[in-house]
T-cell receptor, first 109, second 116 residues
Framework: RKEVEQDPGPFNVPEGATVAFNCTYS??????FFWYRQDCRKEPKLLMS???SGNEDGRFTAQLNRASQYISLLIRDSKLSDSATYLC??????????FGTGTSLTVIP | DADVTQTPRNRITKTGKRIMLECSQT?????MYWYRQDPGLGLRLIYY???????NKGEISDGYSVSRQAQAKFSLSLESAIPNQTALYFC???????????????FGEGSRLTVL
């Protein structure tokens, strides 16, 4: 079983829409959780960390549900510049980072 | 200049050749990682190093070796390249020594390797 699983999409949404991505992880002892963004042919970059209490950064909201072992990312008022692949990332007790395969988002004018 | 630099950025080689991908960083981070990315498989960890004397295998280390020549340098070698090692390779760093640890990985721009 994969450490981290994501729906690969693609998600095609109009500008201004709200879109949500989910991610599940298999190891209940996982310690840290992140969403990274990867533009086409570029390196991944941290979008936001995910905290147990949930956290928000502008139009982006991340939530963690430890009981169900899933992480979510909500993007409100989608912009064309949000088009990218979003990677769910989980670390274990050995501080190894495990990546999901990514969810592709295209925001359409 | 990028904080994490990978060379070469692109390389085409033939089966059986030895290839080295190099990574250097100016961030002063203690931890360095090598990942490969394949379509539909995401990023998979090849090797990681928590300091100069510490080398650890990741999920897919077979066919690869690494060298941590200094805190700032971490090289990945393919002793005898094969076509299924065609992929996009990323080096990354993270910082555990400073009090400002965020768990963030900082990636190089990637090295695209094609093995014919």
């Amino acid at each position: 079983r994969k450490e981290v699983e994501q729906d690969p999409g693609p998600f095609n949404v109009p500008e201004g829409a709200t879109v949500a991505f989910n991610c599940t992880y298999s190891n209940s002892a996982s310690q840290s959780f992140f969403w990274y963004r990867q533009d086409c042919r570029k390196e991944p970059k941290l979008l936001m960390s995910v905290y147990s209490s949930g956290n928000e950064d502008g139009r982006f909201t991340a939530q963690l549900n430890r009981a169900s072992q899933y992480i979510s990312l909500l993007i409100r008022d989608s912009k064309l510049s949000d088009s990218a692949t979003y990677l769910c990332v989980v670390t274990n007790t050995g501080n190894q980072f495990y990546f999901g395969t990514g969810t592709s988002l295209t925001v359409i004018p | 200049d990028a904080d994490v630099t990978q060379t070469p950025r692109n390389r085409i080689t033939k089966t059986g050749k030895r290839i080295m991908l190099e990574c250097s960083q100016t961030k002063g981070h203690d931890r360095m990682y090598w990942y490969r990315q394949d379509p539909g498989l995401g990023l998979r960890l090849i090797y990681y190093s928590f300091d100069v004397k510490d080398i650890n295998k990741g999920e897919i280390s077979d066919g690869y070796s690494v060298s941590r020549q200094a805190q700032a340098k971490f090289s990945l070698s393919l002793e005898s390249a094969i076509p299924n090692q065609t992929a996009l390779y990323f080096c990354a760093t993270s910082d555990m020594t400073s009090g400002a640890y965020t768990g963030e990985l900082f990636f190089g721009e990637g090295s695209r390797l094609t093995v014919l």
